[in-house]
């Protein structure tokens, strides 16, 4: 089964832009994948799904702040213009017919 | 509008059965494509895939905890069920369930039910 690889943790300051990374397995490079943002203490929330041409597809409501991008196995979440309740995890997702798996999120911390 | 909400004891003894509950409206798990699956997340850590079940009664199940798992879905409810065998403290989790799109891979997520094991 595919495997995600997320760095543990990254921060950035009040109105900048920040870019996180999911990396999968090499026999997996094409996969879509999605990106869930969790705030303290609530439930995840689905914020894109990114396929393997770059192309994503974004949830209902999500601000245009959010973007997302891919690179041969990576897939990457932009968020520009920083906010604080941008502060949370953030864990990418890839699944097929047989399987979901989840990366092992990023904490984001707005500095 | 996609909602789900999970139900179930919030504390277990180690070695009992855990059975959960996803109650869910927005869509029918009798309508084809449509799935519903299970995630937990131990205080402090990363989510972990545990279940899923779709609309033609086709389970699947994480590796690692298959020999305990059971999902089952009750379509006249709406709901899903999924139990769990041999309770250990290590089991101590939030338990989500959550619905993907059918069309894309968006998932609508329950806000959760955190469940402790502890004697």
């Known amino acids: 089964q595919p495997v995600l690889t997320q760095s543990p943790s990254a921060s950035a300051f009040l109105g900048s832009s920040v870019r996180l990374t999911c990396t999968l397995s090499?026999?997996?490079?094409?996969?879509?994948i999605a990106w869930h943002q969790q705030q303290p203490g609530k439930a995840p929330r689905y914020l894109m799904e990114i396929g393997s041409s770059g192309n994503y597809h974004t949830g209902s409501g999500l601000p245009d702040r959010f973007s997302g991008s891919s690179s041969g196995a990576a897939r990457y979440l932009t968020i520009s213009n920083l906010q604080s309740e941008d502060e949370a995890e953030y864990f990418c997702?890839?699944?097929?017919?047989?399987?979901?798996?989840f990366g092992g999120g990023t904490k984001l911390t707005v500095l | 509008q996609i909602t789900l909400q999970e139900s179930g004891p919030k504390l277990v003894k180690p070695t009992q059965t855990l059975t959960l509950t996803c109650s869910f409206s927005?869509?029918?798990?009798?309508?084809?494509?449509?799935?519903v699956g299970w995630i937990r997340q131990p205080p402090g850590k990363a989510l972990e895939w545990l279940a899923l079940?779709?609309?033609?009664?086709?389970?699947r199940y994480s590796p690692s905890l298959r020999s305990r798992l059971t999902i089952a879905k009750d379509t006249s409810k709406n709901q899903v069920v999924l139990t769990m065998t041999n309770m250990d403290p290590v089991d101590t989790a939030t338990y989500f369930c959550?619905?993907?799109?059918?069309?894309?891979?968006?998932?609508?997520w329950g806000q959760g039910v955190l469940v402790t094991v502890s004697s």
């Open positions: 959550a619905h993907r799109n059918r069309n894309n891979g968006g998932l609508s």
């Open positions: 090499g026999r997996h490079d094409t996969y879509i």
């Open positions: 927005g869509f029918s798990l009798t309508t084809t494509g449509e799935r």
């Open positions: 079940v779709y609309w033609d009664d086709d389970e």
């Open positions: 997702e890839t699944w097929d017919s047989k399987t979901w798996v």
